[in-house]
Nanobody
């Protein structure tokens, strides 16, 4: 059974940093591309970043590459999202997703598995 469990969210102030973590189990970690998405209240789910399987590069959502960095650790079966210079507009529930579609990136429907999400709130 595949499981994705996010952690690391919380309440921070503008300009602070957070590192989200996503633990993966149930399949071979290296065979999966992992993505981070976020959804703010009343808004559609937004692509943040993806780390492709077999270390085949990373993809970022528009305007998010600078302050956000995605990474993966095969030894720990974990994916991370380092978020720096946080702003109130970054407030959202952040979701980790996994899939094996070639070239997987910003299209949420192409991911097979999703975590429950972790709340990030940035106060002004």
């Amino acid at each position: 059974q595949v499981q994705l469990v996010e952690s690391g969210g919380g309440l921070v102030q503008t300009g602070d940093s957070l590192r989200l973590s996503c633990g993966f189990s149930g399949r071979s970690f290296d065979d999966y591309t992992f993505g981070w998405f976020r959804q703010a209240p009343g808004k559609e789910r937004e692509f943040v970043a993806a780390a492709r399987r077999w270390n085949d590069g990373t993809v970022y959502g528009e305007s998010l590459k600078g302050p956000f960095t995605i990474s993966r650790d095969s030894a720990k079966n974990r994916v991370y999202l380092q978020m720096d210079s946080l702003k109130p507009d970054d407030t959202a529930v952040y979701y980790c997703a996994a899939g094996t579609t070639p070239g997987l990136g910003p299209i949420a429907t192409e991911y097979s598995y999703w975590g429950q999400g972790t709340q990030v709130t940035v106060s002004s």
